[in-house]
């Protein structure tokens, strides 16, 4: 469809539904996070959001929320922010309940590249007679499920790389000391990051030098729906076993790995359903990542601190020429607490 059809209305209401999907995601993995808003006559009869694996969809709760206010749904317009479900899996098909509901449209951010739906949702509801309209609000739907999106389309994940660093690009001291480079805000948000991922990688290196829990652990986040992201600790020195002392281990399903990284990634896509992926490391893992082309999103917390040439460099990689040199583009900037956020997409390497 032309996006230029698509109201401002249209994009009102896909707003309200993608800031329903919000609500869930911290909570929804591995499932997407989705928000549906039901609309008739102008007014919104109903919303909700999908909260959790194996709980209902978005929108059967936003069916569910206009009848419990009294509405009668039927010739309402219903703005979804990922293409309704056709199948059976831990809850009936989406689809099915919207066509049961009498809705006369559907309006559909994103389509889903699952293959179990892949447009059987959007033509089961077509077959129905209901008038579907797909692309408005598309790359804001899209950025909120990046991660599912990608693992659904290529196998895998969508990998965010953080870093925490001086103004002097510095990330610990000569001898590893590094706590604490940035302040409590900056390491609060990095709880959230790690909350939307299904998966922390880090090196043994991290896990000798600094025994870190990589757990979320901000209360704020409602602890007891989410589920901890699983652990993937790198060792191809072989210097980690299972029955080590360190935090890590205490998760049983920790994942020590040895061979190589773009085999991790498909692994954690195809045998854990890890579609987010969050790498928390040392200087020499997370460049690794960047040169071989693995990484989505670079996230830099910028301290406003010098530490000096001494001190260990964010970044392992040697050049001999400029055009060697891994460009970004500069996505979004932060200031959390006194220090500064930025969010880069690594350009393509030039050739």
């Known amino acids: 469809m032309d996006k230029n059809s698509f109201s401002s209305d249209d994009e009102k209401f896909m707003r309200l539904a993608l800031e ?4 869930g995601s911290f909570t929804t993995r591995p499932n997407p996070a989705v928000g549906c808003v039901i609309v008739k006559n102008g007014l919104i009869i109903g919303k909700g959001f999908h909260p959790k694996a194996g709980l209902p969809h978005a929108e059967v709760y936003a069916l569910q929320d206009a009848k ?33 509901s009498g809705v006369k449209q559907v309006v559909v951010a994103t389509l889903d590249p699952n293959p179990q739906v892949s447009g059987r949702g959007v033509a089961m509801l077509q077959e129905a007679g209901i008038e579907v309209r797909v692309g408005v609000c598309e790359q804001e739907a899209k950025a909120i499920n990046a991660g599912f999106l990608k693992a659904m389309a290529t196998g895998l994940p969508s990998v965010r790389v953080k870093i925490a660093a001086s103004l002097d690009g510095r990330t610990a001291m000569a001898d590893g000391e590094s706590k604490w480079i940035t302040g409590s805000a900056a390491r609060q948000d990095v709880q959230k990051l790690r909350a939307k ?42 210097r980690l076993q299972h029955t080590d002392n360190y935090q890590v281990f205490k998760k049983t399903d920790t994942l020590i790995w040895r061979e190589n ?38 996230i830099v917390y910028q301290a406003p ?27 979004k900037t932060e200031q959390i607490g006194e220090d500064l956020k930025m969010t880069f997409a690594p350009k393509p390497q030039s050739t």
Not at 76 to 84: G, K, Q, R
């Open 68 to 100: 419990n206010h009294g509405f009668d749904v039927a010739g309402a317009s219903a703005y979804v922010t990922l293409e309704p479900c056709s199948h059976y899996g831990r809850t009936p098909p989406c689809a099915k309940a919207l066509v049961e």
């Open 305 to 331: 601190c010098l530490l000096g040439d001494s001190a260990r460099a964010m970044f392992a990689g040697k050049f001999d020429k400029l055009n060697q040199k891994l460009n970004f583009t500069l996505m």
């Open 197 to 238: 991922s299904g998966a922390i990688i880090t090196g043994s290196g991290t896990i000798i030098a600094d025994n870190p829990a990589l757990n979320v652990r901000l209360p704020s986040l409602d602890l007891d729906n989410i589920t901890q992201p699983k652990i993937v600790v790198v060792d191809r020195s072989a």
């Open 20 to 23: 329903q999907a919000q609500l």
């Open 261 to 298: 990284l773009p085999e991790l990634l498909k692994t954690l896509v195809s045998e854990y359903q890890c579609y987010d992926v969050l790498v928390e490391a040392g200087s020499t893992l997370s460049t690794t990542f960047l040169q071989l082309g693995l990484v989505d999103e670079l």
